[in-house]
């Protein structure tokens, strides 16, 4: 049998090796091929934390469609991909397949909570797919993966900062109603720890499985103990049920929230059964750009913007300016934003440390009072 003649033998290596670069050009670049930047978002666009989800996805595509219209990424523009997960776990994980295996997305915003973003932590990470989550503030999140990051604070901070204020005011006694989930549990531990710790006692610690309507029967043993105050970390919606029974049943105690109280949606829902709370949440953005932001998402959306549409605009933001850089690669996108630190988000000044957590922020002390947030002053 002849051999291959050497001019066509250098010709079949060309093509062999053209064939190849073809092959690592689509893996390496597997969203932009169709002249957009595809990146996934995950959310609860329906159900009991829509009320996080539906700003969130707000916010993003107003980040999306201002840089798309100022030229794109080097010529192309960002498309998102809006999947909702119900704040259901299990939809969460089955949208970052979908995102990743038929989308081919290197990078997704989301997942909103703590539950849903540990859901789908492993499979992006196997993937080198990047989370970058607007909210997501479990302890948990901490220890994800190199792939995981979030803009908002951990809870374990959160705690702190909620148990010192309470001891100061000085309650000396209270109870707990928490979402019985990763964030909920895991902001009721650090508090009921950290209190305890500057003397404080926790007289009962109620969980409720997300999206609970009924919270007499756990309200009802509560009264009967007379607690100082009760701390609330609930979803929005639990949250402006659990206010109203709380009148109803005439229950006494200082009503005390974490950071689900910084969407506005509590108050339109609670209505007078929300004056008097307060609550801990990252520090309200004051500067000139969340002003104009705040403009265009009213002018867009027909609705105030809030913490968590901030969160999800910086998110996008943020990659944007590292693809710009690092380019669409999952790896790459991961290794530039551990080199962030002082980005001038419209949520507030964002830069990561070695788990992804932002280690930039502040949080203040809040209360509601006649319909509207104001600064919290001890009496």
């Given amino acids: 049998m002849r ?4 001019h066509k033998s250098f010709f079949i290596t060309v093509v ?3 064939l190849i670069l073809a092959v690592f050009l689509s ?15 995950i959310g609860p666009l329906t159900g009991p934390a829509a009320s996080y989800g539906i700003p969130q996805k707000n916010g993003a595509a107003l980040a999306a469609e201002e840089i798309n219209t100022a030229g794109g990424l080097n010529g192309k523009k960002i498309e998102i991909i809006y999947e909702d997960s119900q704040m259901d776990p299990n939809k969460a994980l089955s949208a970052v397949k979908k995102l990743i295996d038929i989308d081919k997305v290197s990078s997704v915003i ?8 540990l859901a789908i932590a492993d499979t992006a990470n196997k993937n080198k797919v990047v989370l970058i989550s607007p909210s997501a503030s479990g302890a948990k999140v901490t220890d994800a993966g190199d792939y995981v990051f979030r803009i908002s604070p951990s809870d374990t901070f959160q705690a702190t900062i909620a148990a010192k204020l309470i001891f100061e005011i000085g309650f000396k006694k209270g109870a707990i109603v928490f979402t019985n989930d990763d964030w909920g549990a895991g902001i009721e531990k650090a508090l009921r720890e950290d209190f305890s710790k500057l003397g404080g006692t926790i007289v009962a610690s109620e969980g409720c499985t997300p999206g609970t309507q009924d919270f007499r029967t756990q309200l009802t043993k509560i009264k009967a103990l007379k607690p100082d105050f009760i701390y609330i970390p609930l ?5 402006a049920i659990f206010l109203r029974q709380v009148k109803e049943l005439n ?12 969407e506005k949606a509590i108050l339109k829902t609670a209505g007078k059964a929300a004056e008097g709370v307060i609550f801990t949440m990252p520090s309200s953005p004051s500067s000139k750009a969340y002003e104009e932001f705040a403009k265009k998402y009213k002018a867009k959306f027909n609705e105030d913007a809030s913490y968590s549409a901030a969160a999800a605009y910086d998110c996008v933001n943020i990659l944007f300016q590292v693809m710009k850089k690092a380019g669409t690669v999952g790896e790459n996108i991961k290794n530039a934003l551990y080199s962030i630190q002082d980005f001038a988000g419209i949520s507030g000044k964002i830069g990561f440390d070695k788990n992804g957590d932002v280690n930039t922020k502040e949080f203040s002390v809040v209360q509601i009072q006649k319909g509207d947030y104001i600064p919290y002053k001890k009496p």
Avoid: L, R
């Fill in 3 to 6: 051999g291959i003649p050497p």
């Fill in 16 to 18: 062999v090796i053209s």
């Fill in 27 to 41: 893996c390496s670049q597997k969203n932009d091929g169709d002249g957009t930047i595809k990146i996934g978002f």
């Fill in 110 to 117: 989301g997942e909103t909570t703590t539950a849903g973003t």
């Fill in 235 to 239: 979803y929005p919606a639990e949250s």
């Fill in 251 to 262: 229950v006494p105690g200082q009503i005390i929230g974490a950071d689900n109280f910084s």
